[in-house]
């Protein structure tokens, strides 16, 4: 864990809290008469922090971009391949407690798993030292992704759409690839098909949401 802590610019005064962030529900549910607490509930508070920084950030940043276009750039800082992405460089998936059935499964490897404890991490530091140090992880090692903020944005699906239609007869379907994580923090996997090949995928908070990504990467794979 001081290795963790190294990598992570910040030391904890209350070692539990970093216990507890990286405490699975599997390795919780396994060892029920260690009374451990799980981190789902961290992970709920670290969103909130999560989009309430990264609102700050782009309304900064980026002062003449519409309201819509923000809500495009704050999903794709904020998606779970963006946080796996980070959670990987922490090397979290070799700290995470899990039980012995997510284990043997590639549980520490897991996107959902992983994107989940970088949440409950924010938390833990929010929790210990306060919002500044909370903030200054989130912008070191989330808000740094590589983002062209002058593309052109908007609504993906109907850009999807009209670039479809200029070929006659062409067919788009959105279908739901999966669901997972608790009723308040819910996370959508959606795929888009043209013509009933899948041409991109999105996971997002909100069905919405997945659905909008998954039309922008199918918009970048036509354009590129």
């Known amino acids: 864990m001081q ?4 990598r992570l610019g910040y030391h904890f005064k209350d070692r539990e809290l970093l216990d507890h962030a990286l405490t699975h529900s599997s390795f919780a549910n396994e060892n029920k008469k260690l009374g451990l607490g799980d981190n789902e509930r961290l992970e709920f508070l670290g969103d909130s922090i999560l989009g ?19 809500s495009k750039f704050r999903s ?11 959670a990987k460089k922490l090397d979290l998936g070799s700290c995470i407690r899990l039980g012995k059935g997510e284990e043997s499964t590639g549980g520490r490897d897991r996107p959902s798993i992983l994107s989940d404890a970088v949440e409950a991490l924010i938390a833990a530091i929010y929790l210990d030292g306060g919002y500044t140090p ?4 989130i912008s070191e090692f989330v808000l740094t992704s590589e983002i062209d903020y002058t593309a052109p944005t908007g609504d993906w699906k ?30 959508f996997t959606f795929c888009v098909l043209i013509d009933g090949t899948v041409f991109g995928e999105g996971t997002g908070r909100t069905k919405k ?3 909008q990504l998954a039309a922008c990467n199918a918009m970048e794979r036509l354009q590129s």
């Open 3 to 6: 290795d963790l802590q190294d």
């Open 52 to 70: 309430q920084v990264t609102a700050e950030y782009l309304y900064n940043k980026t002062p003449a971009i519409p309201e819509g276009n923000m």
């Open 76 to 86: 794709e800082l904020v998606c779970e391949t963006a946080l796996y992405e980070v």
């Open 134 to 137: 909370a903030k200054a992880f």
């Open 158 to 187: 109907t850009l999807l759409q009209e670039h479809v239609q200029k070929t006659p007869g062409k067919t788009i379907e959105y279908r739901l690839v999966s669901e997972s994580g608790p009723d308040h923090n819910k996370r």
């Open 209 to 211: 949401e997945a659905e």
